[in-house]
């Protein structure tokens, strides 16, 4: 019996002690989680009891604590080109703006002859059409954001649709002084998007080459795996790496006291219209001053 009750005290002296080394360790826990909260470290929280059940507990505050890390600095980057975007967009459309009361004040002068007032005008109507794109773009830009523009998965020949576009565009290429060289397949290259989408993308790209190519341009479609590819390359003297780098984000323009009316908007919605479509941007890259863009849009299975 004695050695009974001397077995049950030492047993109740031991739990009693690990109890105590438990407690201790789970306020050096707090004491750590309390810091790394505060951002008075950067360590990861630690235990130097040998116990499982506090290893896992580490471990779980752990992961925690550099998911919290992972998503401050995401808020940070999305706060700051929020404001990035905001003193873009300011700029964007104060620009146009300014031109618009600019002419229409000199049109008013008591100088100005019936001919410049007709040119000034001219410009003045030449500048509420770019504000008026900037403005669609924008709507465009929060409806696609807000997921309120549904697209349709149908069957269609991009070969089709691009050589339509060509078509369409082969004076604007002519009036830009731009050289055109076209590579399109024989047959059809069906994919599976939705054609109002397909258009707004393949137009967009088309646009910024025609905005921004000096001298020449080359357009080929292609087939590669599950995609099909359409590219586009032109001369892009103004370019840097850097720029092509950013090219696909909301109002980024390479160069913003050069840019002929362009918001940075039309490669964003490229790039929202092709991943809604479960298309990507494939390549964007810049070598010897030729910028080339490759994107792809899901081919459909063959019948």
Not at 102 to 119: A, F, H, I, M, V
Not at 286 to 302: H, M, N, P, T, Y
Request: proline share 2%.
């Amino acid at each position: 019996m004695m050695w009974f009750f001397l077995a049950a005290c030492c047993a109740a002296a031991w739990l009693g002690f690990r109890l105590f080394r438990i407690k201790r360790q789970l306020r050096g826990i707090a004491v750590q989680l309390k810091d790394r909260t505060d951002g008075k470290t950067e360590k990861k929280i630690t235990v130097s009891l040998f116990d499982r059940d506090l290893t896992r507990l580490a471990s779980v505050l752990n992961r925690s604590l550099d998911l919290q890390k992972t998503l401050r600095i995401e808020i940070q980057n999305s706060d700051r080109k929020l404001k990035d975007s905001i003193a873009n967009l300011s700029h964007d459309l104060r620009t146009p703006l300014t031109s618009i009361l600019g002419y229409l004040q000199l049109s008013r002068g008591p100088e100005c002859t019936e001919e410049k007032r007709r040119d000034y005008l001219q410009i003045v109507e030449g500048k509420a059409h770019a504000l008026k794109s900037m403005i669609d773009g924008l709507y465009e830009l929060s409806v696609l954001e807000a997921k309120e523009m549904p697209l349709k998965r149908e069957r269609l020949d991009l070969n089709l649709l691009v050589a339509d576009l060509l078509a369409g565009q082969y004076q604007l290429f002519l009036k830009s002084g731009i050289n055109l060289k076209v590579s399109l397949p024989d047959g059809p290259v069906w994919i599976l998007g939705d054609s109002i989408a397909c258009t707004r993308v393949l137009q967009n790209l088309i646009n910024n080459a025609v905005r921004y190519a000096k001298g020449k341009a080359e357009i080929r479609l292609s087939r590669s795996g599950s995609f099909a590819l359409f590219s586009i390359c032109n001369p892009a003297p103004g370019l840097t790496e850097e720029d092509a780098g950013h090219l696909f984000e909301r109002f980024y323009t390479a160069d913003r006291s050069r840019n002929s009316g362009g918001s940075g908007l039309g490669l964003t919605i490229v790039k929202m219209l092709l991943e809604k479509m479960d298309g990507k941007i494939l390549d964007v890259s810049l070598k010897d001053s030729i910028l080339c863009i490759k994107v792809g849009f899901r081919l459909a299975e063959a019948d």
